[in-house]
């Protein structure tokens, strides 16, 4: 029987898997037996696989900072740029340009995405597109995409956009229109390496540098109620 002390042990080891990843490992568990008839060797190579989708599907409790105003990352992964563009026109939030930070999820990161701000979602709207790499600029305007608003209590709207990239070929959300959110909360997922960007308020600056690592439902992107200049530089 495990003791108090065992059970936190295993708690800290085992970490909980995605519902959504349970098709796919159970699939590389039998394409490592079929490997493992065909030539012992190869069966070690689909254990390899096997752990690696395990990995990827992995689903982290995250401790999201609970002070107001704070934008927290909806992604693990790199912050790949950082720049002024207008919102997605199909959530209706006008022309003005806004910043948006982009991080890239490769295929080693955690795809499982959380809601950045406090609020109720506004607007959904999913575009289908093409599969480029996700690391190129023009992904936001022609990869297939889900696209959420968040407004909060004080009126201003945060969009972010779920994009897929050039092996991801699924994107998952499970957020209605009127729903109402906290940061940190898990709303979906992107299968095999993708980005989701954040567009913040006008006039907000974000707190993150390019190249910089990002923890979803830690990392604070930005501070709406903070007057702080934008980071400068990148990380190398």
Request: hydrophobic share 45%.
């Amino acid at each position: 029987m495990l003791n108090q002390q065992d059970d936190g042990v295993l708690k800290g080891v085992l970490v909980p898997v995605a519902r959504e990843g349970y098709p796919f490992i159970a699939a590389f568990a039998v394409l490592t037996l079929l490997l493992y008839a065909v030539w012992e060797p190869l069966g070690f190579v689909g254990i390899v696989l096997t752990l690696w989708c395990v990995y990827f599907f992995r689903n982290p409790d995250r401790v999201t900072p609970s002070r107001e105003g704070l934008v927290i990352t909806p992604a693990d992964g790199v912050v790949q740029m950082i720049v002024d563009a207008p919102p997605p026109k199909q959530l209706e939030m006008g022309d003005e340009p806004m910043c948006r930070v982009s991080i890239f999820m490769n295929v080693f990161d955690c795809h499982v995405n959380r809601i950045p701000v406090d609020g109720q979602v506004a607007k959904l709207a999913y575009v289908p597109g093409k599969f480029v790499n996700a690391a190129f600029d023009k992904a936001s305007e022609e990869n297939e995409r889900q696209l959420v608003s968040v407004e909060m209590k004080d009126g201003r709207k945060v969009a972010f956009v779920q994009i897929a990239g050039l092996v991801a070929r699924r994107i998952i959300c499970y957020l209605q229109e009127g729903q109402a959110v906290q940061a940190g909360e898990r709303f979906g997922l992107i299968r095999f390496g993708s980005r989701v960007d954040v567009y913040l308020p006008q006039g907000v600056n974000p707190l993150v540098a390019v190249g910089q690592l990002a923890v979803a439902g830690e990392t604070v992107i930005a501070d709406l109620n903070a007057s702080e200049a934008a980071r400068k530089g990148e990380i190398r």
